[in-house]
């Protein structure tokens, strides 16, 4: 059974940091790309950020300079470290995990990150 946990969410000013994890088990970590996305309400889920299977990175340009995706494949874990935060950064933040050739992707169930001004 495939599941992603997302942890670290919480509330902060604007200007704080904070750093996401999401630790995934039954599936093969290595070989996903790993991604963090966002669903802030009233609005449609966005990709924030995501690391393929040998570390490239890709983010949405409204976080680029102060958001940071890394993963650790020996923890099964994706982290995303959040600097800089805006209140428009607060969201519910989803992991997600593909892998390149395979028609299905996974879900966490979200992680809530408010920022407040």
């Known amino acids: 059974q495939v599941q992603l946990v997302e942890s670290g969410g919480g509330l902060v000013q604007a200007g704080g940091s904070l750093r996401l994890s999401c630790a995934a088990s039954g599936i093969i970590f290595r070989m996903n790309t790993m991604g963090w996305y966002r669903q802030g309400s009233g609005n449609q889920r966005e990709l924030v950020a995501t690391?393929?299977?040998?570390?490239?990175?890709n983010y949405a340009d409204s976080v680029k300079g102060r958001f940071t995706i890394s993963r650790d494949n020996a923890k099964n874990t994706v982290y995303l470290q959040m600097s800089s935060l805006k209140p428009e950064d607060t969201a519910v933040y989803y992991c997600?995990?593909?892998?390149?050739?395979?028609?299905?992707?996974?879900w966490g169930r979200g992680t809530q990150v408010t920022v407040s001004s």
């Open positions: 690391i393929s299977s040998v570390g490239s990175t």
């Open positions: 997600n995990a593909r892998r390149v050739g395979v028609p299905l992707e996974y």
